[in-house]
């Protein structure tokens, strides 16, 4: 099992922007297929961006394209989310996941082996 902390949320204006954080404890990150979902009080869990274990192909939720940026070191063992232009709707609990036995980026949340406990995102208007 991998675990994740995920850091970097916060409380931030409409407009601003924030970078989310994630480190892994693993010697195998580099591997893996990691992603960021999202979760607003009283919704599901939504797919927000994933990155392939080299960083070579992203893939974005249709809101979060052109705002939003995923990114890694695996020197740190480390995924980023840079999110720019937030608006009051990005308001969620940010969650990273690994995906062991992902070869390419998923926006299917089962897909995922193993999740950070969490940060808090919030957009005031």
């Known amino acids: 099992q991998v675990q994740l902390v995920e850091s970097g949320g916060g409380l931030v204006q409409a407009g601003g922007s924030l970078r989310l954080s994630c480190i892994a404890s693993t010697r195998t990150f580099s591997i893996y297929a990691m992603g960021w979902f999202r979760q607003a009080p009283g919704k599901e869990r939504e797919f927000v961006a994933a990155i392939n274990w080299s960083g070579g192909l992203t893939d974005y939720g249709e809101s979060m394209k052109g705002r939003f940026t995923i990114s890694r070191d695996n020197a740190k063992n480390t995924v980023y989310l840079q999110m720019n232009s937030l608006k009051p709707e990005d308001t969620a609990v940010y969650y990273c996941?690994?995906?062991?036995?992902?070869?390419?980026?998923?926006?299917?949340?089962?897909?995922?082996?193993?999740w950070g406990q969490g940060t808090q995102v919030t957009v005031s208007s």
């Open positions: 996941a690994a995906g062991r036995h992902l070869g390419l980026p998923d926006r299917t949340r089962h897909a995922y082996d193993d």
